[in-house]
């Protein structure tokens, strides 16, 4: 077996079955759980009924380059939502099956582990999980970038010394962030590709949260969009990873897209051809679908905006909590220990939210998800409500 699967931890949600293990939850409140990210609202009825109408693509192989009429959907989209000037759908884009397999192999296709000095992989703290078990697994050294809320969460790249950053392949960032809800600024990401350049490291950039926002008329900065601002043309050493199942509500689907630098992309496309990753030729005419339309998406913001609006009135004065710039997470400071907090908002209030520091990694001298807790609006909102209400009467 690879023996860097024992450098692997367990999951958050495995870390907290077992803080959980053999606490008997109030039993006269229904339970209600928060701890997962996995979306609640319904799948468009168009979207079901494109995938039922092409269930005969079933019948064949697909490519692993995907449909053109899919590419170009995604292309479409790119350029109407971030302001480009064009995107190639031929070159630079690739659908994926759901960003989290992408996110996972591109860094088993890019790392070069054969240089003289072990490769580092550098992503925020705290993260998604899947950017440490990716670099791990492909011989790299993770390094964390600690984001603190006395900061705002900014990035701060000045953490890793030239030493660090010298030996740096590849760097993970995500945003709007989870767990934080941050969205990068223009000047963030100018640093980061500055640095990129001095470095020639890669950029990976998780989008899967990007549309989920709570003012139309401000959707967040994406890498693309800031690339194409600062005249960064061909998106140099840059691919961005995004995903229907957070914007329409299809995490079943497994669909997404990768985008950007089309050198970088030609080889990860031939990497994805022995790694047999080509989506459901049904899975395909759906998200085309998808890709297409905006009113379920703006429908979708309008119901995370009211559980979010709510949520911020009940909890305001009882929890430091902060509006988030955008995803569906509140990321809040505890009143006693994440793990004492969570155990015993679940034993006396049935309610279900993970810790925060499950999220982050000891860096720097601190885990700065320590005492903070990740809260997902995903539930109805009745549900969103009660359970806000059962949070703040924990804090009383």
């Known amino acids: 077996m690879n023996?860097?699967?024992?450098?692997?931890?367990?999951?958050?949600?495995?870390?907290?079955?077992?803080?959980?293990?053999?606490?008997?939850?109030?039993?006269?409140?229904?339970p209600i759980?928060?701890?997962?990210?996995?979306?609640?609202?319904?799948?468009?009825?168009?979207?079901?009924?494109?995938?039922?109408?092409?269930l005969d693509g079933l019948a064949h192989y697909p490519t692993t380059l995907g449909a053109k009429w899919l590419r170009t959907s995604i292309a479409a989209w790119l350029v109407k939502r971030y302001r480009l000037a064009?995107?190639?759908?031929?070159?630079?884009?690739?659908?994926?099956?759901?960003?989290?397999?992408?996110?996972?192999s591109f860094a088993q296709a890019v790392i070069d582990a054969h240089r003289a000095q072990p490769p580092v992989v550098v992503c925020s703290n705290p993260f998604y999980q899947i950017y440490e078990g990716a670099a791990l697994l492909a011989g790299a050294i993770p390094h964390f970038l600690n984001t603190l809320v006395e900061n705002n969460f900014v990035l701060?790249?000045?953490?890793?010394?030239?030493a660090t950053w010298s030996r740096t392949q590849l760097v993970y960032v995500c945003s709007p962030n989870n767990p934080t809800g941050r969205v990068m600024t223009l000047d963030e990401w100018q640093q980061l590709f500055a640095l990129s350049d001095r470095y020639e490291f890669i950029i990976a950039s998780d989008e899967c949260y990007s549309e989920i926002y709570f003012d139309e008329d401000y959707p967040p900065l994406g890498a693309l969009e800031a690339a194409h601002r600062l005249g960064r043309d061909g998106f140099p050493r840059?691919?961005?990873?995004?995903?229907l199942s957070k914007r329409s509500n299809v995490p079943g689907m497994r669909s997404g897209f990768v985008a950007g630098d089309a050198a970088i992309l030609k080889k990860f496309l031939l990497y994805r051809t022995y790694h047999g990753s080509?989506?459901?030729?049904?899975?395909q005419a759906a998200s085309k679908a998808a890709w297409a339309d905006e009113q379920h998406v703006i429908e979708n913001r309008r119901m995370y905006r009211e559980k979010f609006n709510t949520a911020m009135s009940i909890m305001t004065g009882h929890l430091p909590v902060t509006m988030?710039?955008?995803?569906?997470?509140?990321?809040?400071?505890?009143?006693l220990s994440d793990t004492e907090f969570t155990q015993k908002l679940y034993r006396d209030y049935n309610v279900n939210v993970l810790p925060g520091s499950y999220l982050a990694r000891e860096a720097h001298g601190i885990n700065p998800g320590e005492n903070f807790v990740r809260i997902a609006l995903v539930a109805p909102l009745a549900e969103c409500v009660e359970a806000m209400e059962r949070i703040k009467d924990c804090c009383i």
């Open 33 to 54: 759980n928060l701890h997962i990210g996995e979306p609640k609202h319904a799948t468009p009825d168009f979207i079901r009924q494109e995938l039922i109408n092409n």
């Open 3 to 30: 023996p860097m699967l024992n450098s692997l931890q367990p999951y958050p949600f495995q870390k907290l079955s077992k803080l959980l293990e053999g606490i008997i939850p109030n039993p006269s409140l229904s």
């Open 156 to 162: 701060n790249y000045a953490q890793l010394p030239d």
């Open 238 to 243: 840059l691919v961005v990873f995004s995903s």
């Open 278 to 283: 080509a989506m459901n030729p049904a899975v």
């Open 86 to 104: 064009t995107i190639n759908p031929d070159t630079e884009v690739i659908p994926v099956n759901g960003s989290r397999e992408a996110l996972f």
């Open 324 to 335: 988030p710039d955008a995803a569906f997470y509140l990321w809040v400071k505890t009143p």
